[in-house]
């Protein structure tokens, strides 16, 4: 046993099959991040406007953070309730559905072609309505659905605020993410693609972001509505330690404007205006 893995073995060893699986989901995505880095450093090929490893590093990035922060939430459901197949088979599934959605979009970027709004051969077309979409959904439906079980089955002996936080987060951010990502998915508001108005282009876009300085971007309101999962337990982890008395108020007055902001976003985003 090297030195590091015996570092490690104590901080793991007291998980459980649940936290493991969004541990190992976490691990995979944050695994293929370096290589993919260092190949994107010497890969200048483009795809609209961006370099085309930059779509791997941002999905393998935050569906690595996704599955950190569902790993770590857990520990706020009781128990025995992680522990049921009503709980175990949906997070497997969704552990899987990630894998295959990033390696998938990993590798249509190594081809030099989309991995979204890609309807050029009826494979890829298959894959992104068969494979792709359903993949997302059970990602997001579940963490949802583990969100539910936290606020029916919390772990004793919690802070309330964190305890809430996560909670609305999971639900909250995945329901909210399902809202703005429909019209995006499906291409109903200014076709396929991101963009609304402006240059069908990410050349201009915001450094690291990508986002659209020309017109609108539904990728503006998809990131406040994903990243509730991180911020509303923090807010919660901060309301116990500074209020006490009023962390759940306060959690829940920081899920309306994290809602706010999301549906200005999208308000923005489906006008044709570029996001500040």
Known sequence: MTMRTARLAPMTEHLDVAQRTALDAATICVGLFLPTALIALADARTLDGANIWAKPLKFQFSLGLHWLTVAMLLSFLATGVRQR?????????AALCTVVEVLYITLQAARGRHSHFNFETRLE???????????????????????WLIWRHPAPHRRPGLVLGAS???????IATLVVTAPLAAGAIDGPGHWVGGLRSDARG??????????????VPHFFATHLL???PLVGWLADWIAPQHARATV???AAVGLLVTALALAQAVRGNPFL
Not at 168 to 174: D, E, K, P
Not at 206 to 219: A, I, V
């Open 85 to 93: 197949a009503s709980t175990l088979v949906p997070l497997h599934l």
């Open 252 to 254: 829940w007055a920081a």
């Open 125 to 147: 077309t298959l894959l992104y309505y068969g494979v792709m979409g359903p993949a997302a959904v059970a990602i997001v439906a579940v963490a949802a659905w583990l969100g």
């Open 168 to 174: 609305l987060g999971l639900m909250l951010g995945s």
């Open 206 to 219: 915001w450094p690291l972001f990508g986002w659209s300085t020309t017109g609108g971007d539904l990728r």
């Open 230 to 232: 991180q911020a509303l």
